[in-house]
């Protein structure tokens, strides 16, 4: 077994049954990287905050403050190099420096993700992006006023943030089987916009006053959490000797398995083996602790067909198998026996490259509103910066809705792609709703910004989690293509996540107008992309109506 962090082991001592133990696993590892990965995204958010201070309209501020201007200090109140008419291109070209070096090292992550341990890679990738995230606020108590280091700083924060969504994704991916991932991810996914509507709380506290301070503190707790990474993530089952859910294909965590409809004896003939499972009726079992456990490596064999009337499938399967051990080295070379995929065959596997494409444009839009809503609700409401990014936060707070209920209705439909194309259709018009009538009214802009969040952010949310899990535990006696492909599909989504900032910077001088109709068609374009995808799932349904008129059918010819 590999060496664990000494909390875990403390934990792994404690005389806890192999179910309590797993579900316990579950639940840390659905907390623990929610919180890493709302470190990364509050991280981000400063600079969407902080460009509105940048560049000011120094005449207002000066009116406001009863100063002077002059020819000399027209520019007083703004941040060189930012205080020249080219600001919005330099605006926009930190935007683009950071999210092009994220989508490039998004490739080289997966890859290197699938082959090192994801503990420290996690954990050192956020103290990494601390450093780079706290460099930018350096800048305002240093005076540095060269766009070169900036841009280096944007560069590098790009790079080593590309360490954490393919490090996440692989976590819960390898704790969880695919029972109930649609909510499950969409619910865990929410640590995106929980992470953007704290950077901006944050950085809105500091932004007028002391903008450098924006930068620093979400640094220094992105830094502080990576130590607790370090100390405490757990990336493979077989690290602490438990089952992986997708040997079973099954989801531990929404198992109901009870004594009154699965016989266990049945599976577990001796006592060692009915202690893997927490029956209410046998006081013994709820005190056995681990270490007195055998821990199997291979899925048992599925249940007698009486069984499988009684119970679903996945609740048939036993949680570990019987009559075979795991030692200790066979779980520490359990996950890295398996072979990493390579970016071709990732590439190959079906779904794949369309998701990534809609991806391309769906995450153009998100990220334009990440980056350029706090200015644009500044320019078309007039409050001040700080109102700005609170009330940006609504466009968040509507996304995380949008990516649970995408989840839900794609676990009850099972349709991810025609889930994904709803959303999708439904959000160009929201786009054009928001842009005409968003500023006429603060009741209008909180109801327009929580619908127009919820629909840009659903598809988003579901295609960077529970999609990208499907595909990549799709590969039979591979699970370690799921690092591989989560990189794949959001290293395509961020080079337009990098392209949509960068548009708007160059369109926005010709109006705001533009920008949005720019986002339509985004929006548009994803959802043609995913209609091939769409229409397979149509067929499916189409499929398995006329399968029962069949089966009726022939029950009926046999009788006759």
């Known amino acids: 077994m590999p060496q664990l962090p000494l909390l875990i ?92 070096a994220y ?15 994801l503990r420290h890679y996690l954990g050192i990738g956020m103290l990494l992006s601390g450093l780079t995230t706290a460099m930018f606020g350096f800048g305002y108590y240093l005076q540095i006023h060269r766009i070169e280091y ?61 903008w450098g301070l924006s930068f620093i503190v979400p640094g220094a707790i992105i830094f502080a959490v990576g130590c607790f990474c370090l100390l405490l993530l757990i990336p493979y089952p077989t690290d602490v000797g438990l089952p992986s859910p997708h040997d079973n294909d099954l989801d531990i965590m929404v198992q109901s398995v009870t004594p009154s409809t699965l016989d266990i004896t049945e599976y577990a003939p001796n006592t060692h083996d009915r202690q893997w499972f927490d029956s209410p009726d046998s006081e013994q079992q709820q005190t056995s602790s681990l270490s007195a456990s055998p821990v199997g490596a291979t899925p048992p064999s599925r249940a007698s067909s009486s069984v499988n009337q009684r119970v679903p499938a996945a609740d048939t399967d036993p949680l570990l198998p019987r009559h075979s051990t795991l030692t200790e080295s066979t779980a520490s070379s359990d996950m890295g026996s398996r072979k990493a995929i390579s970016l071709l065959g990732a590439l190959r596997i079906p779904g794949v490259i369309e998701y990534s494409l809609c ?37 968040d707070v509507g996304g995380i809705v ?18 994904c194309m709803m959303m ?48 990549g535990t799709s590969v039979k006696g591979d699970s370690k293509a799921l690092a591989t492909v989560t990189a794949i599909i959001d290293g395509t989504g961020s080079m337009g996540a990098a392209l949509g900032p960068l548009l708007t910077g160059l369109i926005v001088n010709t109006g705001w107008q533009n920008v949005f109709y720019m986002l339509m068609t985004a929006d548009l374009l994803a959802l043609l992309l995913l209609c091939r995808m769409g229409l397979s799932e149509v067929n499916e349904c189409r499929n398995q109506r006329t399968e029962p008129a069949y089966e009726d059918l022939a029950r009926e010819t046999t009788r006759s």
């Open 9 to 100: 082991q403390a934990l792994h001592s404690l005389p806890i049954t192999i179910r309590n133990r797993v579900v316990w696993y579950q639940y840390f590892i659905l907390f623990f990287t929610f919180v890493c990965y709302t470190t990364y995204h509050l991280s981000r958010k400063p600079i969407s905050v902080v460009k509105s201070v940048l560049h000011q309209n120094c005449t207002e501020v000066a009116a406001k403050k009863h100063y002077v201007i002059t020819d000399k200090n027209n520019t007083f109140c703004s941040w060189a190099p930012f205080d020249k008419g080219d600001y919005t291109e330099l605006l926009g070209s930190l935007e683009y420096a950071y999210l092009f």
């Open 103 to 117: 989508a490039i090292g998004m490739l080289v992550s997966g890859h290197i993700a699938e082959r090192v341990n």
């Open 150 to 210: 900036y841009i280096f700083v944007q560069i590098f924060g790009g790079l080593v943030q590309a360490t954490g969504w393919p490090s996440v994704v692989a976590c819960v991916g390898h704790w969880f089987g695919k029972g109930r991932r649609g909510f499950i991810m969409g619910v865990w996914n929410s640590h995106t916009s929980a992470g953007n509507i704290l950077g901006s709380v944050i950085a809105g506290l500091f932004v007028s006053s002391s």
């Open 359 to 395: 991806l391309f444009f769906a995450k153009l839009v998100s990220y334009t509103f990440l980056y350029w809503l706090p200015n644009y609700i500044k320019h078309s409401s007039g409050l001040n910066p700080e109102e700005s990014a609170f009330l940006s936060t609504l466009f």
């Open 402 to 419: 949008g990516g649970v209920l995408a989840g839900v209705v794609s676990d009850v439909t099972g349709r991810r792609a025609l889930t």
């Open 424 to 471: 999708l259709l439904l959000a160009a018009p929201m786009l054009f709703i928001y842009e005409k009538f968003g500023d006429t009214s603060l009741f209008n802009s909180i109801v327009l910004l929580l619908i127009t969040g919820g629909l840009v952010n659903g598809p988003y949310a579901l295609i960077t989690t529970a999609v990208s899990a499907d595909l």
